[in-house]
């Protein structure tokens, strides 16, 4: 199928283009003299998130943005499915793990690609949007499975979709059986925020209930053209939460957590969920340790209100779920693996990986 479908963007997906817009350093460089066959995860920066990155002096935005040599190392414990979404495909990209919600992946495609994605085995790899036969398959589980109360919109980037696309699975997938919201996890927002127009507004807002979902990560994301984006959603009466992912080198620091969040907060988003890292390939020099990790957000408690909290959570590996990383789900550091309780009562492990 191509990536026929999604919107088309404008953006950097040569690196030898980007060397000329920004200078490249030698962890970069080793990314493209790596002599692989497979480059793995693509190359693209929109032209708006290369402005953001050319201010930000700290280099967290490029550490997000652009490849590094880092990729190529693939530790033992990582995997190309690490939230083991594939066992819970019940149809074409619609994943159903949890008992009130599926998730479905409506494209591979990204205005940016980010360099700790964890679905980096279907990020990026052409296989183009959901057709109309694929969606009416999502309709017809949703019909016979009445327990389903939500449904996850996700990719890729599901507002890489055009305008049109995007009202007509809306409107299919929020009307189907006992489905009473959508939520839909975007970057957009951040990378590409003139995507949000008022049109889009309206198409979020007229339907079935829209949360959207921002995943953002610093407070240098923080632009006045994603004020103005989420101004707009929020007019049109649009529910929104964040997301972000702990990455060592752009975040894992509870100052820059909080200025994020308080900034959030003020432009009427909360924020919902501070992921730790996926164990997905190539991504070890992006993973903060999780004993940090877990003092960072003890120390942020402290610092923000309740407001402007998100959960800090974890996806267990082999399949064990999203856990909110509280007293009671850590049983304990044991030969240097976490033991982490799922919501069902089972033990798995994470490692601790080295500062």
Same mark, same amino acid.
Request: glycine share 10%; proline share 8%; with cysteine.
């Given at each position: ?140 589980? #949703?019909?016979?499975?009445?327990? *389903? !109360?939500?449904?996850? =919109? /996700?990719?890729?980037? $599901?507002?890489? &979709? +055009?305008? @049109? ?7 299919? #997938?929020?009307?189907?059986?006992? *489905? !009473?919201?959508?939520? =839909? /996890?975007?970057?957009? $927002?951040?990378? &590409? +925020?003139? @995507? ?7 198409? #979020?807002?007229?339907?079935?209930? *829209? ?12 632009? +006045? ?131």
């Amino acid at each position: 199928m191509g990536n026929s479908g999604n919107t088309p963007v404008k953006a950097i997906e040569n690196i030898e283009i980007l060397r000329e817009s920004v200078p490249l350093r030698p962890e970069e460089e080793a990314w493209l003299r790596s002599g692989k066959e497979n480059p793995g995860l693509p190359l693209r920066i929109t032209p708006h998130y290369l402005k953001l990155m050319k201010k930000d002096l700290s280099g967290a935005l490029r550490r997000m943005a652009i490849p590094r040599g880092e990729e190529w190392t693939v530790l033992d414990y990582e995997t190309p499915d690490p939230l083991h979404e594939e066992p819970y495909e019940v149809v074409h990209r619609c994943i159903h793990r949890y008992r009130d919600r599926v998730l479905v992946l409506l494209t591979d495609a990204c205005a940016l690609y980010c360099r700790y994605c964890f679905r980096r085995r279907f990020t990026g790899e052409n296989r183009g949007v959901l057709g109309d036969e694929e969606i009416r398959a999502v309709k017809d589980y #949703l019909e016979s499975h009445p327990e *389903v !109360r939500e449904v996850i =919109l /996700s990719g890729g980037d $599901p507002l890489m &979709l +055009p305008d @049109r696309k995007l009202d007509s699975i809306i409107g299919i #997938l929020g009307n189907a059986g006992s *489905v !009473r919201s959508l939520r =839909l /996890s975007s970057r957009i $927002p951040v990378v &590409l +925020p003139s @995507r949000i127009t008022a049109a889009l507004a309206g198409i #979020l807002s007229s339907g079935p209930r *829209v949360w959207q979902v921002i995943h953002i990560n610093h407070p240098a994301e923080i632009s +006045p053209e994603f004020l103005a984006a989420v101004d707009l959603l929020a007019k049109r009466g649009i529910p929104m939460l964040s997301q972000s992912v702990l990455l060592k080198g752009v975040n894992d620091d509870p100052e820059i957590l909080a200025k994020l969040f308080r900034g959030l907060v003020a432009a009427g988003v909360k924020p919902y969920y501070l992921f730790q890292g996926d164990l997905a390939p190539g991504t070890s020099h992006l993973r903060v340790p999780l004993s940090r990790g877990l003092s960072i957000f003890r120390e942020l408690s402290s610092m923000v209100s309740g407001l402007a909290l998100p959960a800090y959570a974890v996806d267990l590996p082999g399949g064990g779920g999203k856990v909110r990383l509280g007293a009671e789900a850590i049983a304990g550091l044991h030969d240097g693996e976490y033991h982490i309780r799922s919501i069902d009562g089972r033990i798995f492990r994470y490692p601790e990986e080295p500062v």
